[in-house]
């Protein structure tokens, strides 16, 4: 299914022509797919029905609370990494209980909060953490649940602002102390042990790095065992990649069934944390072209949306595809589709053979992951308007950012 199609010739998503988005809310603005967002999350879990499993969406990909409650009245979980999210999934109506917190640097106000609100697991990075959520955890007179997140060392192969399990990561324990950590964790008075972690990188495009380190893990779940060190679930993170351009993943289906042949007859849940795979395509950046600038060496689009709506091109060099809403029929020219920040950075796209003229509307696809989420006040810009589509229907799930409401938290000296 693609929900996002041209009806002569005209762009919609689902039923919805995006020149009446545009129309009715303004540029830039997010648009997204509810049907592409259940659809993708069905994708998972069919592909795990065979097994007690819990798909726990990586917040961070875009938290906006419409989403977020889309994925919980379909039994989502989350994955967390800050008391922030935590707090938006409880006001987007998710249950904290099925709800993992990852991240390096959990404060104790953090740790408080998710204790409180009784989430389903703690993925811890390090010792020290351990200590900090053992004596938290005692303070509040409850017991932490908690994996330990460990790094098996396998190589991505994805950018490297997006590997976390390599050696030299920030992210998780080294194998080799996995063990010892574990016994430790399982000595503590305030903890219980349930389970393992492990998320090696983000838009992977391939199987295998997934297999080799649940394999690695495998052998460390397996030796735990014979410590009676038994975990009730397995989580095996997020970071299946997406199409943006031409990659080929494999299919959810595929990656999933790799990852149940390796973990055999085990009887562990399986917990998944997702972010892009779930969200990434079932989301556009729409924009307006402002100006056309053609030159002898170079021709510039100059539209309304900027790096501050949609960082990744300028943070990871990433490409999106960038459609016409209605094509014209004119020859067309290479542009540099550039944003109106004052950073020569600030581009959405490189090299792109359109035909525009000013005023018409793009689609910046694939957009729906670490798009809104990462968007920033940059050069005082406000932060765009989401509407989620769904059917014939358009709904506004967040009102664009006025301009008072940017300086409404800043003081001037008496
Ligand atoms: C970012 C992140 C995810 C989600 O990654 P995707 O590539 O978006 O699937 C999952 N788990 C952890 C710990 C993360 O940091």
Known sequence: MNYF?????????????????????????????????????????????????????AVKANSSLAILNVLARMGSGFDIV??????????????????????VGKSESDMRQALSAGILCFNVESA??????????GELG???????????????????????????????????????LYRTAASMANLRVVGIDCHIGSQLTETLPFVTALQKLLVLVDRLATERINLSHLDLGGGLGIRYRDEAPPPVSDYIQALMTALGDRKHKVLFEPGR???????????????????????????????????????????????????RSASSRRYEVVGPVCESGDFLGHDRDLSLAEGDLIAIMSAGAYGMSMASNYNT???????????????????????????????LLP
Not at 153 to 178: C, Q, R, W
Not at 393 to 401: D, Q, S, T, Y
């Open 5 to 57: 199609t041209r009806k002569d010739t005209r762009l919609h998503v689902e039923n919805v022509a995006l020149d009446r988005i545009a129309d009715a809310y303004g540029t830039p603005c997010y648009v997204y797919s509810r049907a592409a967002m259940e659809a993708a999350y069905l994708s998972y879990d069919r592909a795990l029905a065979r097994r007690d499993h819990l798909i726990c969406y």
């Open 82 to 103: 800050s008391g922030g999210e935590l707090e938006r999934v409880i006001q987007a109506g998710g249950d904290p209980g099925k709800t993992v917190f990852s991240g």
């Open 277 to 327: 795979s779930l969200i990434g395509n079932t989301g556009i950046l729409l924009a307006r072209v402002e100006y056309l600038k053609h030159g002898t060496h170079r021709n510039f689009a100059v539209i309304d949306a900027a790096m501050n709506d949609l960082m990744r091109p300028a943070l990871y060099d990433a490409w999106h595809d960038i459609q016409p809403v209605q094509p």
């Open 381 to 411: 810009r406000p932060r765009a308007a989401e509407v989620m589509v769904s059917g014939g229907e358009m709904h506004l799930i967040r009102e664009r950012e006025s301009i008072s409401q940017l300086m409404s938290a800043e003081r």
């Open 128 to 137: 020290s953490e351990l200590k900090r959520l053992d004596r938290i955890a």
């Open 142 to 180: 409850k017991s932490a649940p908690v994996s330990l997140r460990v790094n098996p060392d396998v190589d991505a192969n994805t950018h490297p602002y997006i590997a976390t399990g390599l050696k030299e990561s920030k992210f998780g324990v080294p194998m080799e102390d996995a063990l010892a």
